[in-house]
């Protein structure tokens, strides 16, 4: 039953052509339970910074704060890897999404769009030596692919540049369903 909910997904994920403006779904919930940052490379980066925070009862709030040795403009390129946790570790998962950041920033894909909300973040431009700050971003869930199972999943997302990894940054989010009565 599960590789065929796993299969069923991954048709779902391909069949769309990996049109991201496509992302809706209202059959889960996602969670964000934490996040941060793995590793930056200093040769890049002057200093990169996640720091969580509950927002309220339910939700866990982002905020970061991230300064580039070089001049990056738009060719920010994100990939998104999905791990599900199974038998006691998290093993891969089929889902993995990788464009520029400027495409799921237009496409809004989890929501992105939320980060030019708070923060001085102004859009894809991405500056040398400029502090880029973001606060209180909160994925939207409703913005992901559907037919996702439920339970709990890492997202390790890298940023590269001109096949240079720039940060990684690890989430740890749970899928949750409404009960059924």
Same mark, same amino acid.
């Given at each position: 039953m599960k590789v065929f909910v796993v299969l069923l997904y991954v048709v779902?994920? $391909?069949?769309?052509?990996?049109?991201?403006? /496509?992302?809706?779904? *209202?059959?889960?919930?996602?969670?964000? +339970?934490?996040a941060n940052i793995l590793r930056y490379d200093k040769e890049y980066m002057n200093y990169a910074k996640i720091i969580p925070f509950k927002c309220?009862? &339910?939700?866990?709030?982002? =905020?970061? &704060?991230?300064?580039?040795?070089?001049?990056?403009g738009s060719d920010l390129v994100v990939m998104l890897q999905a791990y599900r946790f199974a038998s006691n570790e998290y093993r891969l998962f089929p889902m993995r999404m990788q464009d520029k950041f400027c495409n799921f920033l237009k496409a809004n894909v989890a929501g992105t769009q939320r980060l030019l909300n708070c923060g001085n973040f102004?859009?894809?431009?991405?500056?040398?030596? &400029?502090?880029?700050t973001l606060c209180n971003f909160i994925p939207d869930g409703s913005k992901f692919p559907p037919l996702?199972?439920?339970?709990?999943? /890492?997202?390790?997302? *890298?940023?590269?540049?001109? =096949?240079?990894? $720039?940060?990684?940054? +690890?989430?740890?989010? /749970?899928?949750?369903?409404? +009960?059924?009565?």
């Open positions: 779902g994920v $391909l069949s769309q052509g990996l049109n991201l403006d /496509k992302f809706r779904q *209202h059959d889960y919930r996602l969670i964000l +339970e934490r309220n009862r &339910t939700d866990v709030a982002l =905020n970061a &704060t991230l300064n580039f040795k070089i001049n990056v102004g859009g894809c431009l991405l500056a040398s030596n &400029t502090n880029i996702i199972p439920s339970g709990s999943y /890492k997202m390790d997302l *890298h940023a590269l540049y001109s =096949n240079n990894e $720039l940060y990684v940054i +690890e989430a740890y989010v /749970k899928i949750v369903r409404p +009960e059924v009565k």
